[in-house]
């Protein structure tokens, strides 16, 4: 049982892989569309449509969907080999996909918002599997920080009862003016910036990590954190005019740009990872503001590619570091899993954009584009500097892994590569060197040329070169020296603690509240509504039964009068009665 659940899984999802492939090559073709729709209930003028629409947009991203988690399951099956629950693990995953897909194909809002809430339960699961403080904070933040997105979705479908239906894909174009659509594209504009981290929501994505890795591959690197930008590719064409857009524009290079900042001070593998996932997330997002969804939908494909595969890598130097996360134990691992590190490296390349691999199409595309647009020279400098931060912390994450010296233990007991993950990894290695040009011969029907100055159009490079060469150096300093290098520990802190987000979203809600909640409990429930209440009730019965007992005791003719008086009352009401 513990093999068959893998392995069903594994080649149904690679079928559905297939099978989506073969329809969306059909589909681009013969410039397809395909809308169906099932009529659940009507009310009124109102009716309750479930619809499903499958082009070519659609059909690719659920083949890149399919062909990941197909991968990451098979993968799985050697990772999680000491996990009792398996099936449990395995199912979860399948939910996630279940969900996924219903948010890819549906032009519903209340289909969407199906898909987009089990995104979010689901990822809480996978984010608390290990059951630890450490993961229950993590998975809370992250399922509060998604809640908020879906708050915005469902007032979204209210609003878009004016409309009479909740098919959004007919109201796109022409709405775009209305003041009503203005409400609702600045609400789904929120709720994309929840589900793909972006300032002010970023701190989620890096405490995901405590989810197992084959989690983090699928989940966390290309699906889930890009609905959010995937839905912005879907509601784009009525976004265009509107001023939100142009906020997005600037918080996502600065995401961007923070993200590329706190990789470089972080030394936690995993979260590396993540933040270069963010970094990339910047990347579409800001190209989405500018008004270019397809160019957004191919980095956001390409970078799937190349991502999952480097979770998938480190998860397996986690594995045979005996579950030691930290890089500044880790270093000549080339040495003792030589393709795993060949997988790494390629990945990481790829996400610097070196020339040829996947990352490169799509990146150059976008950033000769960038300098194409009438934009200022923040937003120049955002994206290339960001470039820049991307070579920078791949490059450092290079030498520390594979380059300086092994420094966990004396005696340590490194194992040979694992087969199975590396199975999987072949695939994902495959399709990170040939999918960008695989990509931009399918998607961009016609050539293209951009026709720019040599400095600009070799801008790419440079800063490529710069931000390696900075790496290396800085991955031989100590790093006390980049403190010293920067003057004062309080920035060095600022920038680590990714701009302070973390606190921010935590403590920084909480504290008040907390606060508040404290001072009522000290003022009103133990204070005020005691004396009122019981204790004050207390105090007093207290107090009249002690003067009760000193005359009981010192005046004993008192009492004994006192005594037969009550006695003839009760006698004289006895006779009454009668």
Known sequence: MKYSICFISFFFLFLMMMMNFFFMIYFIMNDMVIMMEWEIISFNSLSIVMSILLDWMSLLFMMYVFLISSVVIYY???????????SRFIILVLLFV?????????????????????????????????????????????????????????????????????NYVFYLEFMTNDWEMMMIGSMIIIAAMTKSAQIPFSSWLPAAMAAPTPVSALVHSSTLVTAGVYLLIRFNMMLLDMFFLKLLLLLSGLTMFMAGISANYEFDLKKIIALSTLSQLGLMMSILSMGLPDLAFFHLLTHAMFKALLFM????????????????FMGGISLYIPLTSLCMNISNMALCGIPFLAGFYSKDLILELVSFSNLNLLVFFLYYFSTGLTMF???????????????????????????????????????????GSFLS??????????????????????????????????????IYSINKFLMTY????????????????????????????????????????????GFGMMQVIKKYSILYNIYQMNNFM???FSFVIWMIILFMMLLLNN
């Not at 799985?76 to 398996?86: A, F, G, Q, R, V």
């Not at 004396?410 to 072949?426: C, H, P, Q, R």
């Not at 490079?461 to 710069?466: A, H, Q, R, T």
Request: aromatic fraction near 16%.
């Open 313 to 328: 890598c480190a998860g397996v130097i986690i594995h045979m570091m005996n579950d030691m996360q930290d890089i500044r």
């Open 98 to 166: 279940f969900s996924m897909m219903l948010l890819i194909i549906s032009p519903n809002i209340i289909s969407i918002l199906l898909g987009w809430d089990g995104l979010g339960l689901v990822s809480y699961c996978l984010v608390i599997y290990y059951q630890n403080l450490k993961s229950y904070n993590a998975g809370m933040l992250t399922a509060l920080s998604n809640r908020i997105g879906d708050v915005f979705i469902l007032i979204v479908i209210s609003w878009m009862l004016n409309y009479g239906s909740w």
């Open 76 to 86: 799985s099956k050697s990772y999680m080999m000491s996990e009792l629950n398996l």
């Open 441 to 478: 011969w399918m998607i961009f029907s016609y050539p293209y040329m951009i026709y720019l100055p040599m400095n600009l159009k070799m801008m790419v490079i440079y800063v490529s070169l710069i931000g390696m060469i900075l790496g290396y150096f800085i991955s031989n300093m100590s």
């Open 490 to 533: 309080n920035l060095s802190n600022f920038l680590c603690l990714m701009w302070f987000m973390p606190n921010l979203s935590t403590y920084g809600l909480n504290y008040y509240f907390l606060n508040l909640g404290q001072s009522l409990l000290k003022n009103i429930d133990m204070g005020w509504s005691e004396i009122y209440s």
């Open 558 to 560: 008192i009492y004994l």
């Open 393 to 435: 912390y791949s490059f450092r994450l290079m030498m520390y892994l594979m380059v300086n010296d092994y420094n966990l233990l004396s005696v340590f007991n490194l194992y040979d590569e694992d087969y199975t993950m590396l199975k999987g990894m072949i695939v994902l290695l495959f399709m990170s060197i040939i999918s």
